[in-house]
T-cell receptor, first 117, second 114 residues
């Protein structure tokens, strides 16, 4: 079974500063993928970034980067130069990677980020 | 851009009613998913479908059924709505089931059962 843990109850960051959102995971699968989604108050989930367990480098996507530490089973999201529009709930998710149909995403409980002007 | 649409943003129903939540995607995706989202619990998978007329139970299928008669449309059915099914329902689709294929989400339907 897979499990995602997001324990930070709520995060605050000053505009233009960087912030790290924590995510730890548990899985016995050797091959898996990790995802981060953003959910603003409008409700729609927006895909941000993906990291494969065998990727040699940490994923980056614009102001988003993933601090992937495989041995520690953590996949923290780093947002650089925070903007007011980054205020949202953020979800970490994982999925085992194989070609079969039954490859579900398992989500964490989410972290609320508030960016202060 | 992938577009996933849901039939209603807000819905209010009474206990015992049969409720249909509709989801349509326009990118010819094979896979479609229904989640419910509750505070403090994150997203939980109700059902998913990896092909027309194919479906598989997720983590919390009890009290729900689904229908996928056409590739672009995936319906969630509450046969007899109950108050504990008051929640936010999110539909998603993805091109393939595994790998790095992200899921694209609709805007959600906030269902209240009175």
């Amino acid at each position: 079974a897979q499990k995602i843990t997001q324990t930070q109850p709520g995060m605050f960051v000053q505009e233009k500063e960087a912030v790290t959102l924590d995510c730890t995971y548990d899985t016995s699968d050797p091959s898996y993928g990790l995802f981060w989604y953003k959910q603003p108050s409008s409700g729609e989930m927006i895909f941000l970034i993906y990291q494969g367990s065998y990727d040699q480098q940490n994923a980056t996507e614009g102001r988003y980067s993933l601090n992937f530490q495989k041995a520690r089973k953590s996949a923290n999201l780093v947002i650089s130069a925070s903007q007011l529009g980054d205020s949202a709930m953020y979800f970490c998710a994982m999925r085992r990677i194989h070609t079969g149909a039954n490859s579900k995403l398992t989500f964490g409980k989410g972290i609320t980020l508030s960016v202060r002007p | 851009d992938v577009k996933v649409t849901q039939s209603s943003r807000y819905l209010v129903k009474r206990t015992g009613e049969k409720v249909f939540l509709e989801c349509v995607q326009d990118m010819d995706h094979e896979n479609m998913f229904w989640y419910r989202q509750d505070p403090g619990l994150g997203l939980r998978l109700i059902y998913f479908s990896y092909d027309v007329k194919m479906k598989e139970k997720g983590d919390i299928p009890e009290g729900y059924s689904v229908s996928r008669e056409k590739k672009e449309r995936f319906s969630l059915i509450l046969e007899s709505a109950s108050t504990n099914q008051t929640s936010m329902y999110l539909c998603a689709s993805s091109l393939l089931a595994g790998g790095d294929n992200e899921q694209f989400f609709g805007p959600g339907t906030r269902l209240t059962v009175l």
